[in-house]
């Protein structure tokens, strides 16, 4: 990858403001819709990928963010599908860790399913990474299995091992599963807190057609944490990393769980983020369809003026929230791409 220009900022750089008043500072970014696992819950096992021409190369997903950066984005999340299989991506990584080192970006994290961890994790520390957030829904190697589908439960430990030995910070993502792993979230809690990792639970959300019916499976936060009271003493604690996780305080551990409560409770109002896909597209909204194309501003000029009106036209039709609900009978999901093109 060719070196890129440095962002020009000046130091009191305003962030950008949706129309309900929410500055925009959170930039998450799907950086390939493919990945080597197929959980159920996210994936049809045979999915239609997007074709290779149509993603954006390396230099334009990075002067894309970069331009974000410009407009006063924070902090940058890599995303997918997953991250790590898009070809050459440490190069993408590296780059943009030059706007931690000149401090015009606060933080540079990805998403991962740890399958690649054990071979990036000391790159990802070089680069400026410093926290991670890794997805793993289970400690059973045989549910593992037929939760992913693909995924190979020993390279998933072998890279969490890597990832602390390169003194990565490492958050566990589990999404709370009727009848596959809610009687193990206790177990899930205590490994995670006695190897020093925070945990979050997710609850499933309705988003592209998947074999099995959504409402099988969906457990709800508010049941879980009831669950949990029986048997540790919760506290609520104001603790914050920039995402929408509502954080409790686990006295029998001493870490702390995150609950992302996108169905039970409206995280809609404290939204800072918008999410970009592979191919350019913006989406406002998590939970709702409307996009604005960045790749054609993007293409059409050398310079970023054109993108940069098109960023502030997006960030002006940000919605108030999303329309997420799971019902019974309901065919269809709320959301019909799946999770893997916005990456959550
Ligand atoms: N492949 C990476 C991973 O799994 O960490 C990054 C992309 S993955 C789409 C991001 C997160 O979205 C994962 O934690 C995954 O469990 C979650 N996810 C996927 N589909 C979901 C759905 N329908 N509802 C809730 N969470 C979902
Ligand atoms: Fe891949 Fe992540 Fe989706 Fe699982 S949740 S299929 S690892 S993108």
Redesign the pocket.
Known sequence: MKSIAMPDMTPSTPPMIDPFGRAVTYLRVSVTDR?DFR?T??MAEHMTFLPKKDLLTLEELDRLCTTFVEKGVRKIRL?????LVRKNIMELIRSLGRHIETGALDELTL???ASQLARFADDLYGAGVRRI?V?LDTLDPDKFRAITRWGDFGKVMDGLQAAREAGLKIKI?A?ALKDFNEDEIPSMLEWAHGQGMDMTL????P?GEIEEDRTDRYLPLSQVRADLSKRYTLTDIPYKTGGPARYVEIAETGGRLGLITPLTHNFCESCNRVRLTCTGQLYMCLGQNDDADLRAPLRASEGNELLSNAIDEAIGRKPKGHDFIIERGRSRPAVGRH??VT??
């Open positions: 990945c959980c819950y996210c995303t997918g599908g997953e991250p998403t991962t399913n957030n997805s993502n999404v997710i609850e499933t959300m988003m999770m893997s990456g959550g």
